[in-house]
C-alpha cells in the first residue's frame, strides 16, 4: 500500500527496532503508582523538579512499567526524568535519564496506535540527549559530536507531524530553528563543516521567516565560518570583515571579523577584532549559563569573553598564521 512521504522517510531511517513478544497478560500499575506519577508529573510542572525525581523514580519500581511490560509508558517516564535533571542543571544525570529514554523507546516495535506517541517521545528524548550532552562538557561531551548530530537529525525529523513533507529536518526545524543552530554546531563539532553550514543557513532562513532579525543574523555568522572551515578556498562576504556597531550583534560580528581576519593573516586586525569590553551578566544570566550550550547560551558566553579566543590569539595565531606579507 502507498506510504506517505513522511512514512516512508522514518521507515528507511534506520532506528533500531527489537521485536518482542507480547506478554500473555499485560500487567497494571497500581492505584498508588498512578498517584505518585500524576505527583510526580504535577511536580515537574510546578518548578519542583527534584520532589518529581524521587516520585518518578519510585514509579518505575513498580513492575508494570518494567521493560518487557510497558516500553513506551517506562520510555516517557525516563524522558520526564531528563527534563526534571535538566531543570536542577544536572546534566550528566538528564543526559542518562534521556539515553535510557530512547532505548526503551527504541527496543521494541511499537503498535499502530502507540506510533504518533512513540514517535513525539522518541524526539524528545533525543534532543534531550543531545542538549543534555553539550550541558555535561564543551568541547568534550558524553557522545561523539557526530552520534549527537544523528541524534538530533533524528529528533528533528520525528517532531515533523505533517505527513506530506518532502524534507522531514527543514518541517521540523522551521517549527523550532533553534534545534536546526543545535544541528549545525553538532556537525561542525564532528568536522562535517559543509553539512553544519547548511544546517545553519537553513536556520537564518527560518528565524527570519519569524522575524527574529538578530538570530537570524546569528546563524548567518556561523555559516560563513562554517563556509571558512569547510573550503580553504572559500572567500567570505565583505560583511565578515565589519564589526556592527552599536548593536546586540556587535559580539558576534567581531567574533565572525576575528576568524575572518586572523585566516587572512591579518593579526594585529584580528586581535582588535577580538579585543572588547565583555558584558558581565547578571545573577540570573549566570545560573541560565549552566543550562547547557544553546544559540543563546553560546552568544551569552561571546558577550561575556571567549577564553578560545584568548587561546587561540596567544598560541595557535602566532605559530600558525604568519602576518599577510
Not at 564532528?190 to 536556520?203: I, L, M
Not at 558581565?280 to 558566553?301: H, I, N, V, Y
Amino acid at each position: 500500500f502507498p506510504l506517505s512521504r513522511r512514512a516512508f522517510t522514518l521507515a528507511t531511517m534506520a532506528i533500531p527496532n527489537v521485536l518482542l513478544s507480547p506478554a500473555p497478560e499485560q500487567i497494571t500499575p497500581t492505584a498508588e503508582t498512578i498517584s505518585t506519577l500524576q505527583a510526580g508529573v504535577s511536580d515537574l510542572y510546578s518548578a519542583k523538579p527534584a520532589e518529581s525525581v524521587a516520585k518518578l523514580r519510585k514509579v518505575l519500581e513498580d513492575p508494570a512499567f518494567g521493560a518487557d511490560n510497558d516500553p513506551l509508558g517506562r520510555g516517557s517516564i525516563y524522558r520526564l526524568l531528563g527534563d526534571a535533571s535538566s531543570v536542577l542543571v544536572k546534566h550528566a544525570e538528564s543526559y542518562g535519564y534521556y539515553s535510557s529514554a530512547v532505548d526503551s523507546l527504541t527496543g521494541y516495535e511499537p503498535s499502530a496506535d502507540d506510533a504518533v506517541t512513540v514517535n513525539s517521545e522518541l524526539s524528545l528524548s533525543l534532543i534531550g540527549k543531545t542538549r543534555a550532552a553539550y550541558g555535561v562538557g564543551v568541547p568534550s561531551p558524553p557522545s561523539p559530536p557526530s552520534s549527537l548530530a544523528k541524534d538530533l537529525e533524528r529528533g528533528i525529523a520525528l517532531s515533523c507531524t505533517s505527513d506530506y513533507e518532502d524534507d522531514l529536518l527543514l518541517c521540523g526545524g522551521n517549527k523550532n530553528p533553534f534545534l536546526l543552530w543545535e544541528l549545525g554546531r553538532a556537525r561542525r563539532d564532528a568536522a562535517s563543516y559543509s553539512s553544519a553550514a547548511d544546517a545553519f543557513k537553513a536556520g537564518k532562513e527560518a528565524f527570519k521567516r519569524q522575524g527574529d532579525n538578530l538570530r537570524s543574523y546569528l546563524c548567518s555568522c556561523d555559516e560563513v565560518l562554517a563556509r571558512m572551515e569547510a573550503d580553504d578556498g572559500y572567500k567570505p562576504p565583505a560583511s565578515a570583515y565589519e564589526i556592527v556597531r552599536d548593536s546586540p550583534k556587535e559580539w558576534k560580528s567581531r567574533e565572525l571579523a576575528f576568524f575572518a581576519l586572523a585566516r587572512d593573516g591579518r593579526l594585529s586586525e584580528a586581535e582588535k577584532a577580538a579585543t572588547f569590553e565583555p558584558e558581565q551578566p547578571s545573577k540570573g544570566k549566570e545560573e541560565e549559563a549552566k543550562r547547557g550550550w544553546t544559540l543563546d547560551d553560546d552568544f551569552d558566553r561571546i558577550k561575556s569573553g571567549r577564553k578560545e579566543w584568548e587561546k587561540i590569539a596567544s598560541e595557535k595565531l602566532r605559530e600558525n598564521l604568519p602576518p599577510k606579507a
